[in-house]
């Protein structure tokens, strides 16, 4: 058990023990830390939400003994999270030589930046996309930067500046330097650790079994799996979070194991790594994981956290109730598996026990003869909180409508089904007078608010709107 | 001479050792300063208690308005918005209170023990209600030309309409940041991200009641402006000013992201009315414009904006009668201020949905109209306000730009797509600018620069310009190098220091380059001068016979010369040792002041402008009429930047401004709730675009060979704000598509932003319409 953590920053390791640490404590974030040192200002604060990718950093880690390089918000990140990983800013990208990195000097020829306040995050979240994809095709330079907003070139030069200079196979000085790297990295220690200061207390467990007993000695303490939404408690609200139980250090929980009738994926992997998991089988999970918030926020966010903060829009939920996916609460007790449909029954509650911990979740492939789809509504497309998401399944016999799922976010104060206008649909032809029909029973199911994303009646039209295309688009599947 | 020169801060920006404010290494004397503000948009302070805050440890001070030792007031231009709030609130977030304490969370502690009684009273939060409870600003503005109201009796077609359009968060990257350091005596050193760090300058010495001579103000960089610094840098300097003159330690603020935009004011909304009349053929003949604008709860510069409002209102098309309104409205909101346009996109917008609503209304396509309407080159060139259209490029570049975009060819794919297509429908629009470059404050149209040169030959520009990433500096730069006939590498570009270069205007109005370029080229001119007279003479002491007079010696490629005597010529750097040698000054001041213009503001009359900016674009969107979604799929520019200094950053400077136009036109939405809070206060809520919302297919053009005749520094011409309301054409586009669900048969209910909801509501109506005609049938 340690009370420390290690990382590595500007090759070397760095230990922080948070006893004789009084500046920071173990919620300080990751840019905090990076500020405070007169060698990384050149990661900025934007927005301390995650939604603007000025404080974009990348970590690196050993993964199936591979390095693999990630941006992340480090605005959300709290310093446990990094132990064990080396932590890359923008002041790493120069060679030891002095040489600007491909992705800088692109960016100077092509007049990427202005202002320059967004582009030390842009240049990282252009680092991060240089090591994982060579020749990066528009939709993937797209991907990787939609997390960073810049207010005054337009983006274009920036795009092109990432197609220039992602051409040379993954390769640069980070390549030649990774056998020291990945020594480094294996010699901290991959041991449990427990931080206790004057006020607060933070678990990084290293397994499972450890994190249930925990739970089960502290019921009342917050979980966090990326801290993407938890985070934003100490950077936008300013609590003191007492007690903290971090699983980001779980390899259990990181799994992903498709069988031939379901796919199980474990509560700890982030976002973007069920992505390609999901795009043969699960398409409409797919899609709305693909517009969920921006790279560097679902290189953090898991889906057990997801699920566990029980949002009332939850972008990813009803499409997850679409699947009849199911939840896996484990506790000292045993294991219990709960239809996500009964699983949250209030607004941010769910049915999970103070000593339970999600520790997977298991989607149903689709029989072959239904069709799944998601929607998602927003301002803005990308980087934005749906007004409302949908998640739709249907099943036919003889263009009877045999089963019929229609599971809504952002329409109550919990994504719900529309069981009214369900009712209404199932035995009947699956036509579109009838379909214009059942969409009035929307009304029945749901009686929406206004809010800042958008007034009741937007909402009204959009969910019925939202049921003609599913018949619309089926019509072509069928 | 190489026009490629990359931004002067490239390598600082792409390694992060580019330096901002909160970037200045500070020893640990350094205090953190905060602000209160007020939670009602609109109350009394009955009483207040700071004594618990005072005693928290860690907290230096706790100040309020009673601490201000000079004049409690920071209005630029008018006295009405006090520094912090003595009895009357008047918005939520009005500052009421300093705090300076050894860390942010000691500053949060004593926040919390702050105890204020207050009597809320009623607000007024919306224009509407502004309007009907007749709460004005200021006096109303009118400008005429001919008789309006006979003109539209006797119009064949006369439209009448509302717009709204909305207001706009700056969401520069970089918060309103200062940081304070003492000096001896009265002295305080600001370092400021301000646009104008004059005003900046003198409004702490008013302030704090010393001297302007006491106070220097820094800009090395701006992370973004867009007009949110041009006089709201002040606010949070003038609060970190007081906090370092009492505590006599440096002092920053840096404001939250949220505080930033409950805060600070916005782009002014609008309510526009508008009355046209026109013949059956859409020459337009009469138009009436009333503007009223939510001025927020002080003037700050909102009838300057209004002014460049009333100035826009024609766009690009002559009206022969034509009559403007303008009301400035109070509301208890942060009061509104400078953004990119400065009310130019309000006044423009509203034109071209006369415009569209004239074409619609005729069944004929928009650009007929707009051309037909557009200024004469030799007749029908005046404008409303006096100002003759000179070199109008207005045909050059529709004629242009029509063909390079394939508009008639994609007319009719899009109207056989929407055809075809029951779900999806596009729409194409094509939109032109055109936009008066000057201040319309006369006096504000003058610049300074000192320039130094040094005996190895490199050179230290200062100017009073600020660089906030358009590339002023790098500008400034290429001047001087090119004046000079030095290398590029030879001239770096000093931080704007009002003691380096005093009395300056504020870096807008698109004045930047123009302005700061003339300046320093005259002092260039200046030294050059006393140079050449220098070394004419040394030349001659050495060959009487032949003399060499100044006029001939040229500048060029590291060296200078004599032209009648080619043999006479000697490195730059050599020349500046020669020149210290022989006690010539190598250091000059630089002025400039922008000739020919005049401007009666009481009569609306005159010549507001040096010369005009001229644009066009053209872009298509699609709407998935089911979802109120829209997507931008292609956009052509084509812009006149006369002999561009630096085409590459002017390029930088369309499509930034048109990305962030599109913006405004579509996915920002600033919300307040009932009580006067923003709702929109973070990046949460608050949608700009993203790298997924620029069109699709992105074609920008400079017009090329075509100088500014008007005799601007090289040639050029000012492109900061034009290419913003280029924007206009994603938003007509997008009217365009939802028109084309009703067949172009109804006229769409539409206003500005267009966000999906506003898209599908208007959608939704045209169905309804389309439902109930149906049915009377």
């Known amino acids: 058990m340690r009370s420390a953590i290690s990382f590595i920053l500007d090759e070397k390791i760095v230990d922080l023990d948070f006893k004789n640490f009084k500046e920071f404590s173990p919620t300080s974030t990751v840019l905090n830390y990076l500020r405070s040192l007169p060698t990384h200002k050149g990661v900025k604060e934007g927005c301390a939400e995650g939604d603007c990718g000025a404080c974009t950093v990348v970590l690196a880690e050993l993964v199936d003994n591979k390095i693999t390089y990630r941006a992340v918000d480090s605005c959300l990140i709290f310093l446990p999270m990094i132990h064990g990983k080396q932590l890359i800013t923008v002041e790493n990208l120069k060679t030891p030589e002095g040489k600007l990195h491909p992705v800088q000097q692109s960016m100077i020829e092509l007049y990427g930046s202005q202002c320059g306040f967004c582009t030390p995050g842009i240049i990282m979240s252009m680092f991060a996309l240089y090591k994982n994809n060579n020749k990066p095709t528009r939709e993937q330079i797209d991907n990787a930067l939609t997390g960073n907003l810049c207010r005054c070139t337009g983006y274009r030069p920036i795009v092109e500046a990432a197609e220039k200079s992602c051409v040379h196979n993954c390769v640069d000085h980070f390549s030649n330097n990774e056998p020291q790297i990945m020594k480094l990295l294996k010699s901290i220690s991959k041991e449990s650790i427990h931080i206790q200061t004057h006020n607060q207390r933070y678990f990084r467990p290293a397994s499972l079994g450890e994190a249930i007993s925990l739970k089960h000695q502290h019921p009342e303490t917050i979980i966090i799996g990326g801290a993407t939404d938890i985070a934003l408690r100490v950077t936008k609200s300013h609590e003191l979070l007492k007690e903290i139980i971090d699983l980001s250090g779980i390899e259990e929980l990181k799994n992903i194991v498709a069988t031939e009738s379901s796919i199980i994926i474990g509560s700890g992997v982030s976002m973007d790594d069920i992505i390609p998991k999901v795009k043969k089988d699960f398409s409409a999970l797919y899609e709305m994981l693909s517009v969920f918030g921006a790279k560097q926020i679902r290189n953090l966010a898991t889906l057990g956290g997801n699920l566990g903060s029980a949002s009332p829009i939850g972008d990813v939920i009803p499409v997850l109730m679409a699947y009849n996916a199911s939840v896996v609460l484990e506790s000292l007790n045993g294991r219990r598996e709960i239809p996500l449909n009964d699983f949250i029954v209030g607004y941010r509650k769910t049915v999970r026990k103070s000593d339970e911990l999600i520790t997977s979740i298991l989607i149903p492939k689709p029989t072959s003869g239904s069709i799944v789809k998601s929607y998602k509504v927003s301002k803005r497309k990308e980087l934005d909180i749906s007004t409302l998401s949908a998640g739709f399944r249907l099943e036919l016999d003889k263009n009877k409508v045999k089963l019929i799922t229609l599971a809504y976010g952002g329409m109550a104060e919990i994504t719900k089904r529309a069981t009214k206008t369900e009712q209404f649909l199932i035995g009947k032809d699956w036509k579109r007078n009838v379909v214009e029909e059942a969409i009035q029973y929307i009304n029945k199911d749901f009686n929406p608010i206004s809010d800042v994303r958008g007034s009741a009646e937007f909402r009204k039209i959009a969910a019925k709107n939202l049921l003609f295309k599913f018949y619309i688009e089926g019509r072509n599947v069928i | 001479m190489e026009t490629q020169i990359p931004h002067d801060s490239a390598i600082g920006h792409v390694t992060g050792e580019a330096i901002y404010i909160d970037d200045i290494l500070v020893n640990e004397q350094l205090l953190i300063g905060k602000v209160v503000y007020s939670q009602y948009a609109h109350a009394r302070i009955k009483s207040f208690d700071l004594s618990e805050a ?724």
């Open chain 2, 54 to 777: 005072k005693k928290v440890n860690g907290v230096h001070v706790v100040l309020c308005y009673k601490d201000i030792p000079g004049h409690n007031q920071m209005g630029p231009v008018i006295k009405d918005e006090p520094v912090l709030a003595e009895q009357d609130i008047t918005f939520i977030g009005q500052a009421m209170f300093l705090i300076a304490a050894e860390t942010e969370e000691k500053c949060r502690e004593a926040e919390k023990l702050i105890k204020v009684e207050y009597e809320p009273l009623d607000a007024i939060l919306t224009l509407d209600e502004a309007i009907e409870k007749n709460s004005l600003l200021g006096p109303p503005r009118e400008m005429k030309r001919g008789d309006v109201d006979i003109a539209l009796k006797s119009s064949k077609h006369v439209l009448r309409g509302e717009l709204r359009t909305g207001a706009q968060e700056h969401w520069y990257l970089e918060t309103q940041t200062c940081l304070c350091v003492p000096g001896e005596g009265n002295e305080i050193n600001v370092f400021s991200s301000t646009q104008h760090p004059t005003e900046t300058q003198t409004l702490i010495a008013e302030v704090l009641g010393i001297k302007r001579n006491e106070v220097v103000v820094e800009v090395r960089r701006m992370g973004g402006g867009f007009g949110g610094k041009e006089t709201q840098a002040n606010h949070v300097a003038c609060w970190t000013a007081l906090l370092c003159n009492v505590t006599k330690r440096p002092v920053k603020i840096r404001l939250f992201r949220d505080d930033d935009m409950i805060m600070t004011g916005k782009r002014h909304r609008y309510l526009t009315k508008y009355e046209a009349g026109f013949d059956d053929e859409g020459l337009i003949d009469a138009v009436k414009l009333e503007f009223n604008s939510d001025g927020g709860a002080a003037t700050d510069l909102s009838f300057a904006i209004m002014e460049r409002t009333m100035l826009h209102a024609d766009n690009s098309y002559y009206i022969p009668n034509m009559s403007v309104t303008a009301l400035v409205w109070k509301t208890n909101l942060p009061p509104n201020t400078a953004m990119r346009g400065f009310g130019g996109p309000q006044g423009m917008a509203s034109m071209e949905t006369v415009i569209d609503r004239v074409a619609r209304y005729l069944k004929k396509d928009p650009i007929e109209i707009r051309r037909k309407n557009f200024y004469g080159l030799n007749d029908r060139n005046i404008t409303h306000y006096g100002q003759t259209v000179e070199n109008n490029r207005l045909y050059i570049i529709y004629d242009q730009i029509l063909k390079s975009a394939d508009y008639e060819k994609r007319r009719k794919e899009i109207s056989d797509f929407n055809t075809q297509n029951e779900f999806f429908k596009k729409g194409l629009a094509l939109t032109p600018v055109k936009f008066g470059i000057s201040f319309t404050t006369t006096f504000l149209n003058q610049a300074g620069a000192l320039v130094n040169v040094y005996t190895d030959g490199t050179i230290l520009v200062n100017h009073g310009g600020t660089e906030m990433g358009q590339g002023l500096n790098t500008k400034m730069q290429f001047i001087a190098a090119a004046e000079f006939g030095i290398s590029i590498d030879r001239v770096k570009v000093n931080a704007t220091n009002t003691s380096k270069v005093p009395n300056t205007s504020a870096t807008a109005a698109s004045s930047g380059s123009d302005m700061n370029g003339m300046a320093v080229k005259n002092a260039i001119d200046i030294i050059k001068e006393r140079i050449s007279k220098e070394l004419a003479q040394l030349w001659n002491e050495k060959d009487v016979n032949h003399p060499s007079v100044p006029s001939s010696i040229i500048f060029k490629d590291n060296f200078i010369f004599d032209s009648d005597h080619p043999d006479r010529r000697i490195s730059f750097a050599n020349a500046m040792k020669q020149m210290n040698l022989r006690q010539v000054s190598l250091s000059s001041a630089g002025f400039y002041k922008t000739p020919t213009i005049g401007w009666d503001k009481i009569k609306g009359q005159g010549k507001p402008f040096f010369y005009y900016s001229f644009g066009m674009a053209a872009s298509e969107v699609m709407i998935d009429i089911l979802t109120g979604q829209y997507t931008l799929l292609r956009s052509d520019i084509l812009q006149d930047v006369g002999d561009s200094i630096n085409p590459e950053i002017d390029l930088g400077q369309i499509e930034g401004g048109f990305i962030q136009g599109v913006g405004w036109c579509t996915t920002e939405e600033i919300k307040w709730d009932t009580k006067g809070n923003l709702m929109t206060h973070s990046p949460d809520t608050y949608k700009i675009p993203t790298v997924q919302d620029i069109p699709k297919d992105f074609r920008v053009k400079l017009t090329e060979g075509v100088p500014n005749p008007v005799g601007t520094i090289r040639r050029s011409k000012a492109i900061g704000e034009p290419p913003f309301m280029l924007a206009i054409s994603v938003w007509l586009a997008i009217k365009d598509a939802i028109s084309a669900v009703g067949n172009h048969k109804i006229e769409p209910e539409f206003s500005l932003p267009a966000t999906n909801e506003t898209i599908l509501l208007s959608i939704e109506k045209i169905k309804t319409f389309k439902v109930l005609k149906t049915l009377k049938v």
